[in-house]
Nanobody, 120 residues
Framework: QVQVVESGGGLAQPGGSLRLSCAAS????????MGWYRQVGGEPRVLVAM???????KYEDSVQGRFTISRDYDKNIVYLQMDSLRPEDTAIYYC??????????????WGQGTLVTVSS
């Protein structure tokens, strides 16, 4: 069974920083993309940042210059460094992976979500 598990959420003050981590595990042949989405209340999930195996990193406009996504390709881990946090960054953050399994099946995998709260 393939899964991704997030860690690192919590409470931060405005202007502060948090670092999220997400590790993919299981029978994985290759991960094409890993990234982060966030969701507020009943609104749709929106892309925060995505890092492909090759090609350009994508950021949502409001986090550009404040958030940095990085990836450890050997360990199948993706990180999201969040600096200069704002109250409007408060959301549940979900890890996402677009991958090929060991039995050559192309699937999308989502984490369970981690809550980030930015408040004084």
């Amino acid at each position: 069974q393939v899964q991704v598990v997030e860690s690192g959420g919590g409470l931060a003050q405005p202007g502060g920083s948090l670092r999220l981590s997400c590790a993919a595990s299981g029978s994985i042949a290759r991960i094409d993309q890993m990234g982060w989405y966030r969701q507020v209340g009943g609104e749709p999930r929106v892309l925060v940042a995505m890092i492909p195996r090759s090609g350009s990193i994508k950021y949502e406009d409001s986090v550009q210059g404040r958030f940095t996504i990085s990836r450890d390709y050997d360990k199948n881990i993706v990180y999201l460094q969040m600096d200069s946090l704002r109250p409007e960054d408060t959301a549940i953050y979900y890890c996402y992976a677009d991958l090929w399994t060991g039995v050559i099946q192309h699937i999308d995998v989502w984490g369970q979500g981690t809550l980030v709260t930015v408040s004084s």
